[in-house]
């Protein structure tokens, strides 16, 4: 009875992947197929959603949508710029602020594309201070023009950000933050223990604004042929409807994005259209088959946690940093004879002690096998996301990439007073050692917990110190000095040695060539991808050995020879979770 159950259920679930998953799949595939590009193209970029730095890891997210991230608009450019069908790039700018990262990333693409003589036109339907404005005009100004809609403003003033602290309302209903910080500037926890800016997180997010602020301004006179100094003052004088900021030599041009759109394809040349960017994109990515020396591309963007994909979210669209994917991808890499380097392209905020340093272990592994490795660090390479490129051969950073964040904190919320008065009781039983049961979230740590804790927590924070001491070749007193959890832009982290070289990912696919001894054309070859379309199906219906078994025979008996295709191709793909959670409290490099 039990193997007929067991049958029974693989035949149903096969019969809804068959009905369900298969055309799901077909039509995923129809939607993302490549679409013809005209003989005189202007790219068509739209900006005014938000990017990821890399590639979605799961195709279930997008539903057959055309999605971008930073990463392939930059190497889409980078193509583009010798595609004989490319004749511009017209880009659709956001009313907000961009991830000041990704700013500086596809100002330097954009650089390099108008670096080969091809026009770029940017059109804003206003800059509102939301965000990082200035680090959108500051992409909108690399452009040969920058157009504003008549009637819109233009208020890139400034940069401004809001934390909401929540001691006086723990302590009105008894919540208990028992946290430890190492150190003082490690402040993610902060509105837990504090109802407003302490002087160190007050000076600490004060510097690294103002560094991205100046940057952006810096970059923005350059491009304009301004005087930064003139033009941060005529900035802050704002705001200004579009025509007055024309005026002021902010923008050139003021018009509907109709106008814009005439304008580059007169430019651009008879007969010129405008494409999707998604669309080239999509006919542009190339394989890596091939022969002969590469470097190698790794991705790693996201929170950093234990385990592979299989443990995460089914539809869900965040990005996640799996170390057991990451690191065998750079070992991959290692293993590969055609490989003379690697790039990691790290974009992080930080994440768990332990799946860092696993990811670490192969970075090491790289060098041991004499195949240098570079860190292209995106909008964060900050705590975990630094631990993991403390070691590299060489650290690339955009001059506001958020880094450093050399600390850790842990604890938990103590919610047992709280809930008693709602008439809700925590009670807890438990057996072995004094540590046991520690993170309840009834009370605090006692005395003696909180020894321990401290010592862990002193542990990994020694660990962190003394890997960057090593990697970067300074005494631990220094790394002491610089750390404490202080989080510094990429344009800060150069001045400290925390960082090599300031730029974008194709700088550092310079400098690992450099290292290799690469010269001329190299290909990159990218390790690691992202789980296929036939995986993520598989998980949302739960499928095991036996489901995937009763598909097949399902296809067989259909006699069809194309899906007996796809059921060869399913049983080769892993199934299930996989890998651990990180649990809650623990040290983190949050």
């Known amino acids: 009875m039990k193997q007929f159950l067991l049958t029974m259920a693989g035949v149903v679930a096969g019969l809804m992947i068959f009905f369900v998953g298969l055309p799901l799949m077909l039509i995923l595939s129809a939607l993302s197929a490549p679409r013809p590009v005209a003989a005189a193209s202007v790219l068509d970029l739209d900006l005014r959603k938000s990017l990821n ?10 539903l057959g949508r055309r999605s971008l991230s930073t990463m392939s608009i930059v190497e889409s450019l980078h193509r583009a710029e010798t595609d004989p069908h490319v004749k511009g790039l017209l880009i659709r700018l956001p009313e907000g ?22 026009p ?9 201070p939301s965000g990082a404005v200035t680090s959108t005009y500051m992409l909108g100004a690399s452009a040969d023009q920058l157009w504003m809609q008549p009637g819109s403003s233009f208020e890139a003033v400034g940069l401004a950000s809001e934390e909401m602290f929540f001691k006086r309302l723990f ?61 941060q003052k005529i900035l802050e004088a704002g705001p200004y409807p579009a025509d007055q900021a024309r005026r002021l030599g902010l923008i050139d041009q003021v018009g509907q994005v109709k106008d814009a759109e005439t304008a580059i394809l007169a430019k651009a040349g008879k007969g010129a259209k405008l494409v999707d960017f998604a669309d080239y994109a999509s006919n542009a990515r190339r394989s890596d088959d091939g022969s002969g020396s590469a470097i190698a ?10 385990g592979d994909s299989g443990s995460g979210s089914v539809v869900g669209s965040g990005q996640t940093m799996y170390s057991d994917e990451v690191s065998k991808a750079i070992y991959d890499a290692i293993d590969d004879s055609d490989v003379k380097a690697i790039v990691f392209r790290v974009s992080s905020p930080g994440g768990a002690d332990t799946a860092s340093e696993q990811i670490l272990a192969a970075v090491r592994a790289a060098k041991a096998a004499g195949k240098p490795i570079v860190v292209s660090m995106g909008e964060y390479g900050a705590s975990g996301g630094y631990w993991i490129s403390s070691e590299a051969s060489a650290i690339v950073a955009e001059p506001t990439t958020l880094t450093g964040s050399i600390g850790v904190y842990g604890g938990k919320l103590a919610l047992g007073q709280t809930l008693a008065r709602f008439g809700i009781d925590l009670r807890q039983l438990k057996v072995g050692g004094a540590y046991a049961g520690s993170y309840s979230t009834g009370a605090e740590f006692t005395p003696e917990q909180k020894a321990a804790f401290s010592k862990s927590i002193d542990l990994v924070y020694d660990g962190f110190i003394q890997r960057v001491a090593d990697g970067r070749k300074m005494t631990p007193d220094r ?27 194709y700088e550092a696919v310079s400098k690992a060539k450099s290292l290799a001894g690469l010269t001329g054309e190299v290909r990159l070859k990218r390790m690691g991808s992202p789980r296929s379309a036939l995986e993520a199906l598989s998980r949302v219906f739960s499928a095991d050995a036996a489901s995937l078994k009763g598909l097949a025979d399902l296809g067989r008996v259909l006699a069809d020879p194309k899906v007996q295709g796809v059921m060869d191709q399913a049983r080769a793909v892993s199934l299930g979770p996989q890998g651990g959670d990180v649990l809650a409290p623990v040290p983190s490099w949050r």
């Not at 591309?297 to 234990?306: A, H, R």
């Open 53 to 62: 730095d890399q590639d979605a890891q799961n195709p279930l997210a997008l």
């Open 97 to 118: 602020g961009l991830a000041p990262g990704e700013a500086d990333e596809l100002r330097l693409a954009v650089k390099h594309f108008r670096a080969s003589g091809k």
């Open 120 to 128: 770029v036109f940017a059109h804003s339907q206003g800059l509102y």
């Open 171 to 231: 302590d009105k209903y008894g919540v208990k933050a028992d946290y430890q910080q190492r150190y003082e500037y490690k402040t993610a926890v902060n509105p837990y223990l504090y109802d407003d800016f302490t002087a160190a997180h007050r000076e600490s997010q004060l510097s690294w604004m103002g560094s991205i602020y100046q940057s952006a301004v810096r970059r923005a006179a350059l491009d304009r042929r301004q005087n930064p100094a003139a033009l």
């Open 297 to 306: 591309v790794v991705y790693g963007e996201g929170d950093i946690v234990t």
């Open 479 to 505: 790394v002491r000095q610089i750390a404490k959890g202080r989080v510094w832009t990429g344009e800060q982290a150069y001045g400290l040695g925390l960082v090599d070289q300031l730029g974008g990912f």
